[in-house]
């Protein structure tokens, strides 16, 4: 049922109704067959139809007669009655895979219809042909597509033979294309785009659904326009450009992968090495000049460039290259990268070789032509000797089972001479082409696609026209075809098939060789996922991309000469010309750099460091020192740089100082001394103070300093009262003991021995002075320290004190002339210009100071270290630097932008201070009297208890723990030993506890004024302890208090007299 449906829908039937007969047929398919019978169809008629029609003679087919048969007879008795409805006709057309039936009938009324349409419903579906795909219509018996390349090239060869062997898989495929044959016709373009566009026209008029090729760039951007016309899609697999874009050539679908991929890889390549320029040599067409063009701009993101495209026209002579290559061999650059065609390739390294241009310092890049070359042939040991050294790329395909199959087969095919070149990249993806064609075409064909063609309608405006233009047809399924070219994947010879967004493969990658010894040798890949690298891009696919310098690596390349040494890639040009270098002609400090009468011209630290830096370098540099300025005023540096920039110099060496805006325009070289901006005010001497000794601390410090002497030497007394007999004695005599130990710790005494030997004993004591000792120690060192400052300090005549004293300060300041400090203090510290003040020579430095911002001097100067430092030394000790440098920076000197001597003399500046011959220039030049050239502050701060509250405080908690030990002992003691027993007590002491308490403390005050000694006696003898606590007891019953006081004075003045 599903099939006459479709059949019915698919064809419109068109039916004349005639008195003799009708006439059939369908508008909507190509093998349309018509058939006119009479009115009543003979056996002949009918069995000849029917076998013209391919009905298969099966048990379905003869119920098909009979069910025919039988509706004939039905007819021919109703035809009498429905001889009045003449007007009314319809056709049956019957259609299997092979065949289009149509039966026609003389009258044919409605009724009829009625009664064989649902027959024709009811036929089965094997006798219409059906299979799985019996819902659309049958597929055609063979389908046409068109190759076109040039047979006898490198490419040519290898992808005939590729593409012939890809047809005959597709056929021997029965799960592409079942039933449908693929042919092909090629054509040779023969390398010419005027036979090239004949071709694609006679190829286009055979009909043709699908076209593989050109191999030819500039051939491609022409024939895209005859298919874009005619909706043929264009399957190439050699046309490299990257100008193909898929907007402007929508019907161009690219199999290889673009050369902006491979530029990019050689940018990367050349930025590995470190070269920042190369020459370019390519032909001089569309593939050459528009993969050059993406080189520069990939250089360019590498900061490199292009310092020369030597361009020459496809099919020069040997004549045309050597003269080219010896004009690029008068460059400075030694880094060549030939991107030209695969068949005159070779020639070019042959010219070179004989030119003297494959030996060491050299070194070549070859973009993948090279390799298609020698995977095509067998090269002998003299073309192999031609390339020793040379770096190439090749597409990398990833190995596989099927690749490993077909390469087997191609050498199988090349040893019994069926093929007739080896089997290279491009090769490889002539035959993914095919088969991506045949896939493509099998989809179409599975969504009811129709191969038929329609006159173009922009053709018929050609009217008078000699050109046979009737030919040219489109391709009605053109668009749908493409659009399955687009989605279709698969996994080919090349590995995965398919396509971006631009229409572009994915993944695509390269492998890196290098031409050494006898054959190829891989070095490592690239691939616009990962970078460069030594593991294959296949297996970096399932990891995270990684794209940073430090993880792009190649293993050891031979360059040519045979070493292994990276090629330094440039030299100077033998032009002779010598570098122009620019020399700033100074009026003042001409120490740096000045005019000279010998072979230089000039002389100076500048001029000395540089040529000893150029005496380092493995290779010579004529050059030439050219004074810029007119030697009446320094010139402007800013103006010097901007000429280096504009190509008027080479380089300039002198004083230039490494700003950022001069970075932007110019490279420098490492700085060869440092410099940074300092500002320098006059200075006067401190007359002398008979005070100046108070100064260091403060009020705060010198009382709290004071009240620990004190507590120090009272705690040290009564730590040592009762076990050291020099802490004994009459009153007068202890203080001076205590004052004098304290006192003696303050003079770094050690805490033993006294002048006067008074000596610690206790434990408690010990500590006490140790850590009072070393606050002392701290105390004294910082008092000296800041004493020493004030006496020999200095004070500015000024209140500048550093910069931001100076802005603030709205007083003139001096700068030195032709100077970028004058740029600074304006843009970046926004200091008003009308303050500031240009001086040209030292003495002026010095007369503006001196006279000051009142007598129409300057408040202060600003200026580089370096010239400060210089003027300084030439002068007394008026001025003095202020404050710190408020910037940081270098001199160096200048070269244009991406020198390569900019990179080779800042290593060897580098050498010359590490080996000391840097400092050996500058002591020469610029070495300087004595004189300090910083200044003191002018007011030293005063050192505060803010500073030192953290050592009282740990020798306070020192003494209070030590104290706090030694009366708890103390207190144990006397409860044990000092306590009265057996106190007999009368009626008046009972009745006065005021006088038991104040009898108790002054007991406890007697005891601690004991010597030690007398209460480890009492511990010795505890009876005799009691008994003369009971006789003191009784009596001091009887005493009064006056007396009991008189009596223990005189108990104590023996002991202490002791």
């Not at 035959?431 to 129709?450: K, T």
């Not at 995965?496 to 492998?511: G, Q, S, T, V, W």
């Not at 004070?795 to 550093?802: N, R, T």
Request: some cysteine; proline content about 4%; hydrophobic content about 40%.
């Amino acid at each position: 049922m599903n099939l006459a449906r479709s059949w019915v829908m698919k064809h419109v039937l068109i039916i004349d109704c005639e008195e003799d007969g009708i006439t059939g047929g369908s508008n909507g398919d190509l093998h349309q067959a018509s058939l006119t019978i009479n009115a009543y169809p003979t056996k002949q008629a009918s069995l000849s139809m029917l076998k013209d029609s391919g009905l298969k003679l099966t048990i379905d087919g003869i119920w098909l007669l009979a069910s025919v048969a039988f509706f004939s007879l039905i007819s021919l008795s109703m035809d009498q009655f429905w001889c009045s409805t003449k007007n009314q006709l319809r056709s049956l057309q019957f259609r299997s895979q092979n065949f289009d039936a149509m039966i026609g009938f003389r009258y044919i009324s409605a009724m009829r219809v009625v009664l064989v349409l649902p027959f024709l419903f009811s036929v089965p579906v094997g006798v219409m042909g059906g299979n799985q795909n019996a819902s659309f219509p049958s597929r055609p018996t063979s389908v046409t597509i068109g190759a076109m390349f040039t047979f006898d090239s490198v490419i040519g060869r290898a992808a005939q033979a590729a593409i012939a062997a890809a047809v005959d898989d597709v056929n021997a495929d029965p799960n592409v294309l079942a039933g449908t044959k693929l042919n092909i016709i090629m054509v040779d373009t023969t390398c010419s785009g005027f036979l090239g566009i004949i071709e694609a026209l006679r190829l286009v008029e055979k009909d043709v659904v699908a076209v593989i090729g050109p191999q030819s760039s500039g051939l491609a951007h022409l024939i895209s326009h005859v298919v874009n016309e005619l909706h043929v899609p264009l399957v190439s697999f050699a046309a490299t450009d990257p100008a193909l874009s898929a907007l402007q050539y929508p019907f161009i679908l690219r199999t290889t992968q673009s050369d902006y991929f491979q530029m990019y890889a050689v940018a990367d390549v050349v930025n590995f090495y470190g070269w920042r320029e190369v020459i370019a040599i390519f032909v001089d067409d569309d593939y050459g000049r528009n993969g050059i063009s993406v080189l520069g701009d990939a250089l360019a993101e590498k900061r490199s460039k292009i310092s020369l495209k030597a361009a020459f026209p496809p099919g020069a002579t040997q004549s045309t290259i050597s003269d080219l290559l010896v004009k690029v061999n008068l460059m400075e650059s030694r880094v060549y990268v030939v991107h030209v065609n695969p068949d005159s390739g070779p020639t070019i390294f042959s010219i070179a070789k004989s030119l003297g241009m494959m030996n060491s310092g050299y070194a070549w890049i070859a973009t993948d032509w090279l390799a298609s070359v020698l995977d095509s042939t067998e090269p002998g040991d003299n073309t192999m000797n031609l390339l020793q050294g040379v770096v190439a790329f090749r597409h990398h395909t990833p190995d596989s089972v099927s690749k490993r199959n077909f390469t087997s087969r191609w050498r199988d095919l090349l040893k019994k001479g069926n093929v007739s070149s080896g089997l290279n990249s491009y090769g490889l993806y002539a035959y993914d082409s095919v088969w991506l064609v045949a896939r493509a075409l099998n989809e179409f064909l599975n969504d009811g696609g129709v191969f038929s063609f329609t006159t173009d309608p922009n053709l018929h405006d050609a009217n008078g026209s000699t050109l046979n233009l009737s030919g040219l047809r489109a391709f009605e399924g053109g668009n749908a075809l493409l659009q399955r070219l687009q989605v279709t994947n698969f996994t080919g010879l090349t590995g995965r098939i398919e396509f971006d967004m631009d229409k572009n493969l994915i993944h695509p990658a390269y492998e890196i060789l290098n031409i050494a010894g006898p054959g190829l040798r891989r070095i490592g890949y690239w691939s616009n996922y990962s970078g460069l690298s030594v593991v294959a891009p296949e297996i970096l696919y399932g990891k995270p991309p990684n794209t940073s310098t430090a993880n792009r690596q190649l293993q050891s390349v031979i360059w040519p000469g045979g070493t292994a040494t990276k090629p330094r890639g440039w030299v100077f040009p033998n032009n002779g010309k010598p570098l122009r270098i620019a020399v700033p002609n100074r009026v003042i400090y001409k120490e740096f750099v000045s005019k000279d009468r010998g072979p230089d011209g000039v002389k100076g630290f500048c001029i000395d460091v540089f040529n000893a830096a150029v005496a380092l370098l493995p290779y010579p540099v004529p050059r030439q020192f050219i004074l810029y300025g007119n030697g009446l005023e320094n010139p402007s540096y800013n103006e010097l740089v901007n000429l280096v920039a504009q190509n008027h110099f080479d380089a300039a060496v002198g004083d230039i100082t490494i700003v950022t805006n001069r970075t932007r325009i110019v490279d420098f070289t490492q700085p060869y001394i440092e410099s940074g901006l300092v500002i320098v005010a006059p200075v006067k001497e401190r007359k002398s103070n008979a005070w100046a000794f108070l100064k260091p601390f403060s009020l705060e410090m010198w009382l709290v300093t004071a009240a620990f002497f004190l507590l120090v030497g009272i705690v040290v007394w009564i730590l040592e009262h009762r076990i050291n007999t020099e802490f004994r004695g009459p009153p007068r005599q202890q203080l001076a003991t205590v004052f004098w130990s304290v006192s003696s710790n303050a003079e770094i005494i050690p805490c033993y021995a006294f002048p006067r030997g008074e000596n610690t004993v206790s434990t408690l004591g010990r500590l006490v002075l140790i850590i009072w000792m070393f606050v002392i120690l701290i105390i004294n060192s910082s008092y000296t320290a800041s004493l020493t400052s004030i006496l020999t300090v200095q004070q500015l005549s000024s209140g500048i004190e550093g910069i931001d004293s100076l802005i603030s300060s709205n007083e003139p300041i001096g700068i030195q002339g032709g100077s970028f400090v004058k740029n600074y203090l304006i843009e970046e510290l926004n200091v008003a210009e009308s303050r500031i003040v240009a001086l040209e020579h030292p003495e002026d430095y010095a007369l503006a100071l001196e006279r000051g911002p009142k007598w129409g001097g300057v408040a202060a100067i600003v200026d580089e270290y370096p010239y400060i430092q210089l003027f300084l030394s030439n002068i007394n000790c008026k001025f003095r630097i202020v404050g710190q440098e408020f910037t940081k920076s270098g001199w160096g000197f200048a070269f244009q932008r991406d020198s390569p001597l900019a990179v080779d003399l800042s290593t060897a500046i580098l050498s010359l201070s590490e080996s000391g011959d840097l400092e050996r220039i500058h002591n020469k030049w610029l070495s300087h009297k004595g004189c300090s050239t910083q200044a003191n502050e002018v007011d030293v701060s005063r050192l505060s208890l803010k500073s030192f509250w953290g050592f009282f405080l740990i020798c306070g908690i020192a003494s209070f723990v030590a104290l706090f030990i030694f009366f708890m002992r103390v207190m144990c003691q006397y409860c044990k030993y000092g306590a009265p027993e057996n106190v007999e007590r009368d009626e008046s002491y009972r009745g006065s506890r005021r006088l038991l308490h104040t009898t108790s403390f002054k007991e406890f005050v007697g005891f601690v004024d004991k010597k030690e000694a007398e209460v480890k006696s009492m511990k010795r003898k505890p009876s005799d302890k009691q008994d003369g606590f009971s006789q003191s007891s009784k009596r001091e019953r009887k005493m009064s208090f006056g007396q009991l006081h008189a009596g223990q004075s005189s108990d104590r003045q023996p002991s202490s007299l002791a």
